[in-house]
């Protein structure tokens, strides 16, 4: 099992996100909170993941590099004081539902 914190900034993101880790022969979940959702349902994650920090998990053990490669570019660690910002709309992370 690996856990990988995620971050998807737009619609777009969780799209291709989705697409990346349908990918993966293993189960796959997101979860925000108390909220768990597929990673690889595209309506669960637009629901639910896009511009938060979440959690991914993905319930296997061989060949798991290959794919924290593929998803590296949704990996994001932030700070409690991050002003980054969430798509265009200019709402502060923590600010994001």
């Known amino acids: ?6 971050y998807l900034k737009t619609p777009e993101d969780a799209i291709d996100f989705v697409s990346e880790v ?7 979940d997101l979860s925000y909170g108390n909220c768990w959702v597929d990673a690889k349902s ?5 629901g639910m993941a896009v511009c938060k920090k979440a959690n991914l998990t993905i319930y296997g053990e061989e060949n798991i590099e290959n794919t924290e490669q593929t ?3 949704y990996v994001r660690i932030f700070q409690r004081d991050s002003t980054a910002l969430c798509g265009n709309s200019g709402t502060r ?3 994001c539902g």
Do not use: H, T
């Open 1 to 6: 099992m690996k856990n990988i914190n995620i």
């Open 22 to 28: 349908s990918k993966v022969p293993y189960e796959a």
């Open 42 to 46: 595209i309506l669960g994650v637009l």
């Open 71 to 73: 998803l590296q570019r």
């Open 93 to 95: 992370l923590q600010d």
